[in-house]
């Protein structure tokens, strides 16, 4: 079936560098997502990665995926208190040859920057 | 990057009465929209995907009846919930994929029901 799991709780000090990882059960997956959300706010897409990309970089954020472990992690450097909020991975897992254009979320990691 | 606004961000309404929510696409044609819903300190949950100018396609345990979805043209999409009761109380959310299908997901700021 389709999972999507995460670790909950991350806190870091402000200027360190946050990891947040992700696993996925479905290998055909075609695509990867990072998104955040603010409190009481919708959804903002961070990044993407294809799954034949390894790495993607994007200013503060390297995203990682190895498709041997189904294990993706997005690392932010620099985290600055601004970077506070919940960030979600999620998959559009494959039926048979075609997407199936839905997404489906890990639980969510609470991201707490202190000063 | 592509725009989609939910309406009203925020509803609070007596239990038995319906909430219509809008989602639209403002600068992209949208075929297929998606709504999910999301408790508090929990992931989202896909409710429906919505698909213009067809019926809706319910998730599994998600009540047709009492989630309505129409999605008339390609920039709405509406979730109607009926005769709302407090367990129906949530953030609902709605993302939309444009044409051509590049993979890429908008979503809506979020609609906040709750229901006395």
């Known amino acids: 079936g389709e999972d999507v799991e995460q670790s909950l709780f991350l806190s870091v000090r402000e200027g360190d560098s946050s990891v947040i990882n992700c696993t996925y059960t479905?290998?055909?997956?075609?695509?990867l997502y990072w998104y955040k959300q603010e409190p009481g706010a919708g959804l903002q897409l961070l990044t993407y990665i294809f799954s034949n990309m390894d790495m993607k970089q994007d200013q503060r954020l390297t995203v990682l995926l190895n498709k041997k472990d189904k294990h993706l992690s997005l690392r932010i450097a620099d985290t600055q208190t601004g970077d506070s909020a919940i960030y979600f991975c999620?998959?559009?897992?494959?039926?048979?040859?075609?997407?199936?254009?839905?997404?489906?979320f890990g639980q969510g990691t609470t991201l707490q920057v202190k000063p | 990057g592509a725009v989609v606004s939910q309406h009203p961000s925020w509803v609070i309404c007596k239990s038995g009465t319906s909430v219509k929510i809008e989602c639209r696409s403002l600068d992209f044609q949208a075929t297929t929209m998606f709504w999910y819903r999301q408790f508090p300190k929990q992931s989202l949950m896909l409710m429906a995907t919505s698909n213009e100018g067809s019926k809706a396609t319910y998730e599994q345990g998600v009540e047709k009846d009492k989630f309505l979805i129409n999605h008339a043209s390609l920039t709405l999409s509406t979730l109607t919930v009926t005769s709302a009761h407090p367990e129906d109380s949530s953030f609902y959310i709605c993302s939309a994929r444009g044409q051509p299908n590049t993979g890429e997901l908008f979503f809506g700021e979020g609609s906040r029901l709750t229901v006395l």
């Open positions: 999620a998959e559009i897992p494959r039926l048979g040859s075609s997407n199936t254009g839905k997404l489906i």
């Open positions: 479905d290998s055909s997956s075609t695509y």
